[in-house]
């Protein structure tokens, strides 16, 4: 049974960092391209970040480009959101998911197999 499981999430201030964790068991992980996505309070769930199976090709949305880096280590199953320069509207939950590698990164929500339960990421200003 594949688990996906984020943590990492807290209270900063804007400016700080944070660096969020994503671990996956259960199936192989460098089968799948993982992807971030959050969602604000009364909004829909956004696109963040993906990264495909080999850790080599990243998109991400054009809100945290150049802020957020995005990296995985397929040995220990694991996979990491580095958030740099924090901005009050980066607050929300932030979801760890993972899909099937068919050769693309995913942007879209559907295109995800697996998601973890979320974890809340919150910037004050």
């Known amino acids: 049974q594949v688990q996906v499981v984020e943590s990492g999430g807290r209270l900063v201030q804007a400016g700080d960092s944070l660096r969020l964790s994503c671990v996956f068991s259960?199936?192989?992980?460098?089968?799948?391209?993982v992807g971030w996505f959050r969602q604000a309070p009364g909004k829909e769930r956004d696109f963040v970040s993906a990264?495909?199976?080999?850790?080599?090709?990243?998109e991400y949305a054009d809100s945290v480009k150049g802020r957020f880096t995005f990296s995985r280590n397929n040995n220990n199953n694991t996979a990491f959101l580095q958030m740099n320069s924090l901005k009050p509207e980066d607050t929300g939950v932030y979801f760890c998911?993972?899909?099937?590698?068919?050769?693309?990164?995913?942007?879209?929500?559907?295109?995800?197999?697996?998601w973890g339960q979320g974890t809340q990421v919150t910037v004050s200003s």
């Open positions: 998911a993972a899909g099937i590698d068919r050769g693309s990164t995913y942007i879209k929500a559907y295109e995800y197999d697996y």
């Open positions: 259960g199936h192989t992980f460098n089968l799948y391209t």
């Open positions: 990264i495909n199976w080999r850790g080599d090709v990243t």
